[in-house]
C-alpha cells in the first residue's frame, strides 16, 4: 500500500482499514488479515508501557518499535506516530524527528493538531515526508481537555475542527484521523475533505477505521472507550491458558512423556 494508494481509496469509494501495531509478530498477523496500514501509534505508552497516558513516551522508544513493525511488514503501509514533543517546538525538530521515523523504516508521519501544525505539515510534506493529521481527542492534549472527552459537540468547537481539517489537507496531509467526535461533525469533515479521513469513535461516515490493536483483541482492559469493540477475548483466553499451565505443573501433568526427551 502506497500513499496515492492509500488515497484512491477515498475516490474509489472503498474503506481504509488500520490498526496499530508495536512488534513483528502481531504486525505479520495484521498484515495476514489483509489490513492496509499499521499506525505505530504512541498509545504503546499506555498498553504496552502500562503508563497513564502517552505523554512519556520517548522519540528512542517509538523508533525502536517502528524498526520491528517495520522490519516485519511487507504490504502494509506503515505510519510512525510523532511522540509529544518531538515536533511541537519548531520546525527543526520536528523535520529531523520526521525523518528519523523515515529512516527506522516508516512510510509517513502522524503528528496530532490542527491549524496549528499546518506550517509544520508543508515543510514536512515539501521535503516529502508524507504526514497524517490527527483532530479532535488528541490524546497528547490530555490535559489540556481535563480527560480524555468527546471534542466538537458545540457548535463553535465543530467549526474549529472543520477548519483544521481544511488546514492540514491545504498543508498537504495525506490523511487524516478524527478520534472522539459526533458522528455528523466527523461526516461533514469527511465530505468537505478530498484526502480521507480515518475514524476512531467518530462513527461510520470516515473514509476509514483504525483502533489500538489490544483494544480490538481483547487484551487490554483497564480503560475502554465506548468506540471499542473486542472483537476476540483474548486476555481472558490469556488468563485460562497460564491457569492451565500452573495448575498441570502443580499436579505433575506437564510436561508429560509427549513433551519429553528420551
Ligand atoms: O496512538 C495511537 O494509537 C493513535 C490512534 C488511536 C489513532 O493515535
Redesign the pocket.
Known amino acids: 500500500m502506497t500513499i496515492p494508494e492509500f488515497q484512491q481509496h477515498k475516490r474509489d469509494n472503498k474503506k481504509l482499514i488500520v490498526v ?1 501495531a508495536y512488534d513483528a509478530l502481531f504486525a505479520r498477523i495484521v498484515e495476514q488479515a489483509g489490513i492496509q496500514a499499521i ?1 505505530v ?3 504503546l505508552g499506555v498498553v504496552v508501557q502500562g503508563k497513564a497516558n ?1 505523554l512519556s513516551v520517548t522519540m528512542d522508544e517509538m523508533l525502536y518499535h517502528t524498526k520491528l513493525v517495520a522490519g516485519a511488514a511487507q504490504h502494509a503501509l506503515v505510519i510512525g ?1 510523532m511522540p509529544f514533543m518531538s515536533y511541537q517546538a519548531g520546525h527543526e525538530d520536528a523535520l529531523r524527528n520526521a525523518g528519523r521515523f523515515l529512516q527506522a523504516g516508516a512510510h509517513a508521519v ?1 503528528l496530532e493538531g490542527g491549524a496549528v501544525m499546518a506550517d509544520r505539515v508543508a515543510a514536512m510534506t515539501s521535503v516529502g515526508i508524507p504526514v497524517m493529521g ?1 483532530l479532535g481527542m488528541t ?1 497528547q492534549s490530555v490535559h489540556r481537555y481535563g480527560g480524555y472527552k468527546v471534542q466538537g459537540k458545540k457548535s463553535d468547537r465543530a467549526q474549529a475542527l472543520l477548519s483544521d481539517a481544511k488546514a492540514l489537507e491545504a498543508a498537504g496531509a495525506f490523511a487524516v ?1 478524527l ?1 472522539a467526535m459526533p458522528v455528523k461533525l466527523a461526516k461533514a469533515i469527511t465530505e468537505q475533505l478530498t484526502i480521507p479521513t480515518i475514524g ?1 469513535g467518530a462513527g461510520p461516515h470516515c473514509d476509514g477505521q ?1 483502533l ?1 490493536l489490544y483494544d480490538l483483541l481483547g487484551l487490554f482492559d483497564e480503560f475502554v472507550p465506548k468506540f471499542v469493540k473486542p472483537y476476540a477475548h483474548l486476555k481472558a483466553d490469556a488468563l485460562q491458558a497460564l491457569r492451565r499451565y500452573k495448575e498441570e505443573v502443580e499436579q505433575g501433568k506437564f510436561p508429560s512423556d509427549a513433551e519429553s526427551y528420551h
Open positions: 496499530t499506525l501509534g504512541d498509545s502517552t506516530d502522524k490527527h490524546p484521523v478520534e476512531i483504525v489500538v
